[in-house]
């Protein structure tokens, strides 16, 4: 199901131990919002920026988004995040291969949290990772410690 390597004691410095195998590299840029760069994030009717090393979304309207753009590879992916908090609404999330109109996960329903899902990444492209999604109001939502990575199977 994930990329198969061979991991020696000499690697295992470059990959992090999980219940499922091994992750490859983080995917994310600043996913744990230490500094102000959101340059891998889009967005629609939210307006988003880095306050106390997290991720603040403001939404303008009752049907918004903000996404965490990725360009990755055919193979089985971790996505996780914390939603630390929404003044009103309903949190929701979805993963989309933008450049294969492919919809891995379908918008679904979360609370706050720490969140792990594990996806299976069929196309290589631009893979759309939305933590916020449609929350049907308009309001604020906190993010932090968003990341993607590549789950790898050792052999």
Request: no cysteine; hydrophobic share 40%.
């Amino acid at each position: 199901n994930g990329t198969a390597v061979n991991i020696t004691s000499v690697d295992a410095g470059l990959f992090d131990q999980v219940s499922d195998g091994w992750t490859g590299p983080e995917l994310v840029v600043n996913g744990g919002f230490d500094s102000g760069d959101l340059s891998q994030w889009s967005t629609a009717n939210t307006l988003i920026s880095v306050v106390d090393n997290t991720l603040e979304a403001v939404t303008s309207l009752a049907a918004n988004t903000a996404r965490v753009d990725i360009v990755i590879d055919k193979g089985a992916y971790i996505f996780s995040w914390d939603a630390v908090s929404v003044s009103a609404g309903v949190l929701k999330y979805s993963v989309f291969n933008i450049s294969l109109g492919e919809q891995y996960i379908p918008t679904t329903t979360y609370s706050l949290g720490s969140i792990s899902v594990n996806v299976d990444v069929t196309g290589a492209g631009n893979v759309g990772f939305y933590v916020l999604r449609d929350t049907g109001s308009i309001a604020t939502s906190v993010y932090d410690n968003v990341s993607v990575k590549r789950l790898l199977e050792v052999v």
